[in-house]
């Protein structure tokens, strides 16, 4: 069992999403890590894990707290699988799956939240794979065996798989203890094979069995090793506490300059002070960056947008105005056009009508005369009558037509002077338009001053929110909190503790857990948890042990052969194997080459 890959998103101290390979950063990142940051990333493992508790999650947050991820995730290798535990922090939902060569099958899914009493389905589906559960049993064990040999990350790493490893390799052992295969006819009498695919599956099963007996070999050799790193785990525990002595003498080694102070006095100064200070220097920062922001605006103002300082707030409406208005004016004049176009066709068509009019008055009468003289002859007086009706029927005819057009005439100048007028308006209103502002002036860039006169009042405004921040940055700056109380804890802690540690919190912990270890000391204290636990598991490890000797045993008494012998057995096995598929149905079978395999 190893952890192969961490993945992180939202912990103090690292980029919003870290990856840590483990077995690439092996000789860099992680042998390399500092005490404190070997305590943090190993309390971050067994936090997702085995979960966080509300107020440990303070400690393990990012600072700002701008992002809502706050997730990790372990890969973890078991050997022909692989096991990948994906933990949301925000949410409590933990998600397992376990992948092979052959399929990818989730185990786990739902969600897993710590609260005294509350039961946990996931804590006891990990008791499946891991023998230790408890995370403050981990830590305890493995701190105070770090504690007696000081190690790196993978030290405690190391420890760690001491502790939950034997549960998995229990499992993975009762799986290879399989005593049906005794009663399978696993070994067919000698006097019943008698083809050659028969010997080659008859020595088939043999190898398998060979094969699973130099496993089950190999897990002895394994749990025994186990067993022996085990035994020096109790023995480095084992002391843990003894005497008074030794555990103010280790108090004083950790803690040199702070071992006289009360812990959670002292951790709740210390934390508060690295808060406010934090606070401060993000304030100061924000300041800064808003300070050089505002000189840069006004900058961007005073250069490349003075011409706008003048220019009325109403621009943009009045651009937008104008355009109508321009628009507008266009139509007008268009309409204007057509009103000339009809007037000149009115008149045309008046002139003609004249015309035609005093035609008909030189002809009409005339002809009148004649038709009449040659009808009526000697009754010449009859022509009088009929010629002045002629012309008033022509006079009549064509003062009516003429009238219409006169009419029409009229209602087109009419029609005419209205839109004079309004368009007299409109050149009014673009001249007060030119008159507010010059720019409008300059046609051709109009919708280039535009743009940029949106640019110069976005400015303005964020000018304006610039300053507003800045006024309330230099205020609060200037609070008790982060002037007096900050200079306080300075005077009182700055030569006793770093308040820079890579992990101030994890520090201050472990100074409250060795101080109240040492004000609740008995000696001799014989019934430490941590070596009963160790003990557990080996005795579970003993039984193990015992029934894989026994099973091994009596497989090798049921095949005949001396345990020492399988690994030669097995090449031999494997060599006639090799003949036998090269030689093919051509062979003959030869009882006696299988008696001498066997």
């Known amino acids: 069992m190893q952890i192969t890959s961490l993945n992180i998103s939202g912990f103090k101290y690292f980029d919003l ?31 997702i894990l085995f979960g ?26 078991l050997s022909d699988r692989t096991m990948l535990i994906e933990r949301d922090f925000e949410t409590d939902f933990v998600a397992c799956l376990l992948s092979s060569k052959k399929e990818v099958k989730p185990f786990y899914q739902g969600k897993d939240i710590i609260i005294e009493g509350n039961p946990r389905p ?74 050659i695919e028969e010997q080659i599956a008859f020595l088939k099963r043999k190898k398998t069995f060979l094969s699973d007996l130099l496993l089950i070999d190999s897990r002895v ?20 506490g003894k005497h008074n002595e030794a555990v103010l003498s280790d108090l004083k080694r950790r803690f040199p300059d702070i071992y006289k102070e009360n812990s959670l006095q002292l951790r709740a100064d210390i934390l508060l002070w690295k808060s406010l200070r934090e606070k401060k220097i993000e304030k100061e920062i924000e300041l800064e960056n808003t300070t050089s922001r505002i000189k840069q605006v006004n900058r961007l103002i005073e250069t490349d947008y003075a011409t706008y300082k003048k220019v009325p707030e109403t621009f943009e409406s009045d651009f937008d105005r104008f355009g109508q208005l321009k628009t507008e004016l266009r139509e007008k004049r268009k309409v204007i056009d057509e009103f000339k176009n009809k007037l000149r066709m009115a008149e045309k068509k008046l002139k003609r009508k004249r015309q035609k009019r005093w035609l008909l008055l030189l002809t009409a009468p005339a002809l009148t005369l004649f038709i009449s003289l040659f009808i009526f002859g000697p009754f010449w007086i009859l022509i009088i009558p009929e010629t002045i009706i002629v012309i008033l029927a022509v006079l009549l005819y064509f003062g009516h037509i003429n009238e219409t057009i006169r009419a029409e005439i009229f209602h087109i100048n009419e029609e005419k002077r209205l839109v004079e007028i309004r368009m007299q308006e409109i050149e009014s ?12 002036k300059d046609e051709e860039y109009l919708i280039i001053h535009l743009d940029r006169f949106k640019k110069f009042s976005k400015y303005q405004t964020e000018l304006y929110g610039l300053k507003q921040k800045q006024a309330a940055l230099y205020e609060e700056l200037q609070t008790e909190q982060l002037t007096k109380q900050i200079l306080k804890f ?79 057995e097995l090449g031999n096995i494997a060599r006639q194997l090799s003949d036998l598929d090269s030689s093919g149905e051509e062979q003959q079978f030869d009882p006696a080459k299988i008696s001498d395999i066997i």
């Open 17 to 47: 999403n870290t990856q840590i390979n483990f077995k690439e950063n092996r000789g860099h990142l992680l042998t390399g890590t500092d005490s404190d940051q070997k305590y943090y990333l190993f309390e971050t493992i067994l936090g």
């Open 221 to 240: 050799d394994e749990i025994n090793h186990d067993l022996e790193e085990l035994q020096k785990l109790i023995n480095l525990v084992q002391n843990k």
């Open 429 to 440: 209103e673009i001249k007060h338009i030119f008159f507010n502002n010059p720019l409008f």
């Open 490 to 568: 300075e005077d009182k802690y700055s030569d006793k503790v770093n308040i820079d540690r890579y992990d101030i919190e994890g520090y201050l912990d472990r100074f409250v857990e060795a101080q109240r270890e040492l004000n609740n000391h008995q000696d001799d204290d014989e019934n430490y948890p941590g070596i009963e636990t160790i003990s557990s598991i080996k005795r579970k490890y003993l039984v193990t042990l015992n029934n894989l000797k026994t099973y091994r045993e009596k497989a090798a008494e049921f095949i005949k052969i001396k345990i020492e012998n399988t690994e030669s």
């Open 122 to 195: 996931y804590i006891k589906m990990l008791s499946d794979f891991f023998s230790i559960t408890d995370k403050d049993t981990i830590l305890e064990i493995c701190y105070d065996a770090d504690a007696n040999d000081p190690q790196n990350l993978i030290g405690l790493l190391s420890t760690f798989y001491k502790l939950v490893s034997p549960q998995f390799k229990i499992s993975e052992s009762e799986r290879l203890i399989d005593e049906e295969k005794f009663n399978n006819s696993l070994l067919a009498p000698l006097e019943t094979i008698k083809t």
């Open 52 to 77: 966080l508790a509300s107020e440990e999650k303070i400690n393990f947050r990012d600072l700002d707290g701008t992002t809502h991820t706050f997730t990790g995730m372990l890969t973890i290798d």
